[in-house]
């Protein structure tokens, strides 16, 4: 179990420094907005935008997508063969394709009833809701491209490799962050420019997956086959995570919701603030659990239910460990890191 240890914490380590790599990113990009938008119309707009495709992500995409597929893809892999491993892959894969398709064609066509419910305060300032339909439909593809790529991150993670899929993220920092720089000065309302950023960036993201999918034998083929029974399995897996994701989603969406009534900027603010929060969670509790499950989901398959608990044990107090000091932290020192990180440009003391 000490050799487990060593490999969980080795590749938590691995993700670790790479989320670390993309939220410093992530910081230099959020400054870059408000230093441009500040916390007002163009900002609020962005983020209410931004936040409905990653509503949905986080639904169907890494949060019940990996954490069901991961382990009836182990199982395959330890039980069956690296071929059979495979098709269960494609199969999923087309299937996903065809799924995240039609979500994005209806969030794109439906974008301006999901406004309004998510952030019915905005209905009252004509500007600001337009401005948040055409953001929302600019950056619901997004969606598409960033569930394939949490797909690929669950494969890729199974496999043990965790570099590549820790280091997607970072590809849309950068590229967010030179659609600022380099694109904003030809849009009349420049805060487009970051929806196509967000769009290269998914794109960017998908692309990093596959040569590594390659490497490791998986070469991901469009077939359609949805009574797999891999693909039956993780359907019925992925019910009930939606249903337990769903009740953490509509916490943030009451978030929006009553910032939408409330005064300019009150979005951006959450935006901010949320940020910081997930800046010690990505670099320690979310890199465990990413380490951590194609660990537990092997032991699973070969029903060493002791060693999945010891696996989980120890991933907890490791959390723990890390994760209690930053949130003292953050409470001790909010004022001086929102100050250093954010304050200038259109962005105040007061904001």
């Known amino acids: 179990?000490?050799?487990?240890?060593?490999?969980?914490?080795?590749?938590?380590?691995?993700?670790?420094?790479?989320?670390?790599m993309s939220r410093i990113l992530g910081f230099v990009r959020d400054a870059f907005i408000a230093n441009l938008f500040g916390a007002g119309m163009a900002a609020d707009a962005f983020f209410v935008a931004f936040r409905i495709p990653n509503m949905f992500r986080r639904l169907l995409g890494e949060g019940s997508l990996t954490s069901s597929f991961i382990p009836?893809?182990?199982?395959?892999?330890?039980?069956?063969?690296?071929?059979?491993?495979?098709?269960?892959?494609s199969a999923f894969f087309s299937l996903a394709m065809v799924v995240l398709s039609l979500v994005t064609i209806?969030?794109?066509?439906?974008?301006?009833?999901?406004?309004?419910?998510?952030?019915?305060?905005?209905?009252?300032?004509?500007?600001?809701f337009t401005l948040t339909v055409t953001l929302t439909r600019m950056m619901?593809?997004?969606?598409?491209?960033?569930?394939?790529?949490?797909?690929?991150?669950g494969i890729l993670n199974?496999?043990?490799?965790?570099?590549?899929?820790?280091?997607?993220?970072?590809?849309?920092n950068i590229s967010m962050i030179l659609s600022v720089v380099l694109l904003a000065p030809f849009f009349k309302e420049p805060v487009l420019a970051l929806a196509i950023g967000v769009l290269i960036g998914g794109v960017s993201q998908l692309a990093l997956q596959l040569p590594f999918l390659w490497k490791n034998g998986m070469r991901i083929k469009l077939e359609w086959k949805p009574g797999h029974p891999g693909v039956v399995r993780v359907g019925?897996?992925?019910a009930p995570s939606i249903i337990g994701l769903a009740v953490?989603?509509?916490?943030?969406?009451?978030?929006?919701?009553?910032?939408?009534?409330?005064?300019?900027?009150?979005?951006?603010?959450?935006?901010?603030?949320?940020?910081?929060?997930?800046?010690?969670?990505?670099?320690?509790a979310i890199a465990i659990a990413t380490a951590v499950l194609p660990a537990m989901s092997e032991k699973?398959?070969?029903?060493?239910?002791?060693?999945?608990?010891?696996?989980?044990?120890?991933?907890?107090?490791?959390?723990?460990?890390?994760?209690?000091?930053?949130?003292?932290?953050?409470?001790?020192?909010?004022?001086?890191?929102?100050?250093?990180?954010?304050?200038?440009?259109?962005?105040s003391y007061n904001s």
Request: with cysteine.
């Open 1 to 20: 179990m000490s050799e487990e240890k060593s490999r969980i914490a080795r590749a938590a380590g691995v993700v670790g420094g790479a989320t670390l």
């Open 72 to 89: 009836v893809f182990t199982e395959y892999l330890t039980q069956k063969s690296r071929e059979e491993a495979r098709e269960m892959a």
């Open 106 to 128: 209806g969030g794109i066509i439906l974008a301006p009833q999901i406004v309004t419910v998510l952030a019915h305060g905005f209905t009252s300032i004509p500007e600001k």
């Open 140 to 153: 619901f593809p997004y969606l598409f491209f960033i569930g394939l790529v949490a797909l690929c991150m």
């Open 158 to 172: 199974s496999l043990r490799h965790f570099a590549a899929p820790a280091l997607s993220p970072v590809l849309l």
């Open 236 to 238: 019925w897996l992925m």
């Open 248 to 284: 953490t989603q509509i916490n943030v969406l009451v978030d929006t919701i009553v910032a939408s009534f409330l005064k300019e900027g009150t979005v951006s603010y959450l935006y901010y603030a949320d940020r910081l929060l997930e800046f010690p969670m990505g670099i320690f």
């Open 300 to 347: 699973a398959a070969k029903n060493d239910m002791a060693g999945v608990k010891e696996t989980f044990s120890y991933a907890l107090r490791l959390t723990l460990f890390l994760t209690i000091p930053a949130m003292v932290g953050l409470i001790a020192l909010g004022i001086p890191i929102i100050s250093i990180l954010f304050q200038r440009g259109l962005f």
